[in-house]
Structures are given as C-alpha cells and as structure tokens.
C-alpha cells in the first residue's frame, strides 16, 4: 500500500514538474519570439528604407522601366555623379554613370535589375507596390514574383 502510494507521488510530483517547465518553456519562447518579431513603428524607418519603399511604389513592369531610372538617376545626381539614361527601346531604360578610379583600370560598377514581371495584387498578401513593412520585412515585387 505504502508502496502504491509512493507511486502516485513520484507521477504527481513528475507531472507538476513537468507542467511547470512547460509553461517556462513557453513563456521564453514567447519571449524571444516577439523580440525577433519587434515591428519598428514608422518614425524609426530609417531614411534609406524609405528610400527604398519609393523605389518599390515606382511601377517599373517590363517595358516600363523608365520612372524606376529617372528615379535611380536623379539619385546618383544627388551625389554630384553624372548618370545617363539609355532607352533600347521607348520605356525600356537602363541608368549609366562612371566613378572614375584614382589609378588607371580602376572603377566602380553598380548593377541593378529595374523591371518587375507582372503581378496579380489578388495573389499576394500585401499590395505588390505598396512598400508596405510587415514584421520588419518590405514587401514589394523583385524580378522573380
């Protein structure tokens, strides 16, 4: 008798044991789940997010790519850089501009891929040109959507 009680005992003791780091477990877990999910409110964005958040509200669809150019150019131009626009075809725009290095053969090359494919809004969770931040992510269209 002395023994089945001794049981009882152990699994209850076990069981509460048990219970208790679960709830530990959940509550650091928690924890550290909504400090990787801390949502910056919109007057921390910094200013080259929102930069970037322009650049994505640009409607830049193949053959449409010359407001995202205008945009990058001007800028480069802010930065007293020099670019050039050059159309292959009307719309169709890519943004030239040279640093020239301080030796000879030096240079600087910056690569950027301005048109999106088309995108329906209904198939995506937030609207493909807003810009919008969710869970410290900006969502926007890339070439690949």
Known sequence: MMRRWSVI???AIAGVAFVAGAILYNRLTESE???QLYIPRKEHITPEVQLLQQYVRIETT???ELPGARFLASLIEKEGIKPEIIESAPGRANVYARIKGRRSGEGLLLLNHIDVMPANAKEWQRPPFSGAIYLNQLWGRDRWT
């Open 62 to 64: 193949d053959g449409h």
């Open 33 to 35: 789940m909504r400090s």
């Open 9 to 11: 005992v152990a699994v």
